[in-house]
């Protein structure tokens, strides 16, 4: 089944260490966003790529990264987590911007210690 | 900044109960999706409201696009303890933005 992929689904990081989570998507759509959720929280939106276009949101901090090689994969990197940035990462993919709404993977929960 | 609120944030229910919950935005909309949260996974769409006043269904679930644009219902009829989870809605604006604004998540907890 088409779908969207996120590995790993549990990650346990050292604060200050850098860490990468990654997201696959075999449904061929031009846009990947990447959303932070914290508990009992709305997912919030870090940025997005459409196709090889970065939009970074206003407010996410800069220890937060993005790159996407290809179509297929996302990367998000963050270069120094702290304890804050303990949250359920979420990667989407839709068509266009926009649209049909998203296709969410699985998250990756992430904790800092 | 738009901002979406839902309402009720939690609420329990017994089983076969129906339950109603909405959406609502200090914007106008021009699109409204409702997604489904279960415990550690992503969200999954339920349903997609393209046109004020729509009424869509998905099973034992309905949907409808507020004819203000402003909001959006969602009901479940009969429910189930497979309920169970975070139902968020989401809205686009007619700035021609892409973002979807998520909203604040209602809890939903079945008594079977």
């Known amino acids: 089944d088409a779908m969207v992929i996120q590995n790993p689904r549990y990650q346990v990081t050292q604060f200050g260490k850098p860490v990468t989570l990654s997201c696959s998507q075999t449904?061929?759509?031009?846009?990947m966003y990447w959303y932070q959720q914290k508990s009992s929280q709305a997912p919030k939106l870090l940025f997005h790529y459409y196709d090889k276009d970065f939009n970074n949101e206003a407010d996410t901090p800069d220890n937060f990264q993005s790159r996407r090689p290809n179509t297929s994969f996302c990367f998000l990197d963050i270069r120094s987590p702290g304890l804050g940035d303990a949250a359920m990462y979420l990667c989407?993919?839709?068509?266009?911007?926009?649209?049909?709404?998203?296709?969410f993977g699985s998250g990756t929960r992430l904790t800092v210690v | 900044g738009q901002q979406l609120n839902q309402s009720p944030q939690s609420m329990f229910i017994q089983e076969g109960e129906d339950v109603s919950m909405n959406c609502t935005s200090s914007?106008?909309?021009?699109?409204w999706l409702w997604y489904k949260q279960d415990p550690g996974e992503g969200p999954v769409l339920l349903i997609a409201?393209?046109?004020?006043?729509e009424l869509t269904s998905n099973g034992r679930l309905t949907a409808q696009f507020g004819i203000t644009r402003k909001d959006s219902f969602l009901n479940i009829s009969a429910s189930i303890p497979s309920d169970v989870g975070i139902y968020f809605c989401?809205?686009?604006?007619?700035?021609?933005?892409?973002?979807?604004?998520f909203g604040t998540g209602t809890r939903l907890k079945v008594l079977a």
């Open positions: 989401a809205g686009s604006s007619l700035s021609g933005t892409y973002k979807y604004i």
């Open positions: 914007s106008i909309f021009n699109t």
């Open positions: 989407a993919t839709s068509i266009t911007l926009g649209g049909d709404g998203y296709t």
């Open positions: 409201l393209y046109k004020a006043g």
């Open positions: 449904l061929n759509h031009n846009v």
